[in-house]
C-alpha cells in the first residue's frame, strides 16, 4: 500500500496570505489528523476529520480550519498567515488498533 | 496538554540497550500505552503499543510497570540509525481525543 502522502513538502508564503496544505490517506483509512510541528511546542494536535466530518478540534485560533473529501483526501487551510505559523504540518491516517501513520509532512515557511 | 512525562535527552552507547522512560500517571484504565519515533525532518513512525502486559515486536519492547503510571520503551541493541527523537502517548481504543505529542525524548546513540 501507498503511505499518506503530502503536498507540497515545502513552502514560503508572506504575512497575510493564505495557504492550503493536502493530504492523501493510507488507501482505506477514513480518520485523518492533522499536526503542527515546532521547535519549541513540539507535535500539537490540530484536528481529526472521519468521514467527512470534524471530530475533534485542538486549540488553534479559527484561522486553522480543515476538511475531508468523499475519498477521505484532506486539506487545511491556514488564513492570514503569521510568522509563528512557520512550522512542520503532519497529517496522519489511523489505521487498525489506533495506529497512526504519518505522512513527510509540508514545511511552511512564511516570511 | 500532553498527557505524558518524558526526559528531553538521553544518550546511548552503539550495541548496547536503550530504554526509554514515560510517566503517564493520569492515564486511564481503558488508555492505551503508544511509543512513536522521528528521526529528522520526517513524520513519526509507530514503534509499539500495550495496556498492561509488556510487549515486544521486531522493532522494541515495552514494559509497563504494575500501576500503568509509567512505561518504558527498550532498544535492545541500539544503532546509528536509532538516533531519533521518541514520543509516548496515551489514548483510548476508538473514537476520537486530541492526541498531543509533547516534545518527546532525542535518544543520541554514540558510536
Known amino acids: 500500500k501507498a503511505g499518506v502522502t503530502q503536498t507540497p513538502r515545502y513552502l514560503i508564503k508572506t504575512r497575510g496570505q493564505q495557504v492550503t496544505l493536502s493530504c492523501s490517506p493510507i488507501s482505506g483509512h477514513r480518520s485523518v489528523s492533522w499536526y503542527q510541528q515546532t521547535p519549541g511546542q513540539g507535535l500539537q494536535f490540530l484536528f481529526e476529520?472521519?468521514?467527512?466530518?470534524?471530530?475533534n478540534k485542538g486549540n488553534f485560533p479559527g484561522r486553522f480550519s480543515g476538511r475531508q473529501f468523499s475519498n477521505s483526501r484532506s486539506e487545511m487551510n491556514v488564513s492570514t498567515l503569521e510568522l509563528g505559523d512557520s512550522a512542520l504540518y503532519l497529517c496522519?491516517?489511523?489505521?487498525?488498533?489506533?495506529?497512526?501513520?504519518f505522512g513527510s509532512g509540508t514545511q511552511l515557511s512564511v516570511l | 496538554d500532553a498527557k505524558t512525562t518524558q526526559p528531553p535527552s538521553m544518550d546511548c552507547a552503539e550495541g548496547r540497550a536503550a530504554n526509554l522512560p514515560c510517566n503517564h500517571s493520569?492515564?486511564?484504565?481503558?488508555?492505551?500505552v503508544y511509543w512513536y519515533r522521528q528521526i529528522h525532518s520526517q513524520g513519526p513512525q509507530y514503534i509499539i503499543h500495550g495496556l498492561k502486559n509488556n510487549e515486544t515486536n521486531e522493532m522494541a519492547s515495552l514494559i509497563i510497570t504494575e500501576d500503568r503510571k509509567s512505561s518504558t520503551l527498550i532498544l535492545p541493541h541500539a544503532t546509528l540509525r536509532d538516533t531519533a527523537v521518541y514520543y509516548c502517548?496515551?489514548?483510548?481504543?476508538?473514537?476520537?481525543?486530541?492526541?498531543?505529542f509533547g516534545t518527546g525524548t532525542k535518544l543520541q546513540v554514540i558510536p
Open positions: 493520569t492515564i486511564s484504565g481503558n488508555e492505551y
Open positions: 502517548i496515551v489514548r483510548i481504543s476508538g473514537g476520537y481525543q486530541k492526541v498531543t
Open positions: 476529520y472521519f468521514s467527512e466530518t470534524q471530530r
Open positions: 496522519a491516517s489511523r489505521g487498525s488498533n489506533e495506529k497512526l501513520f
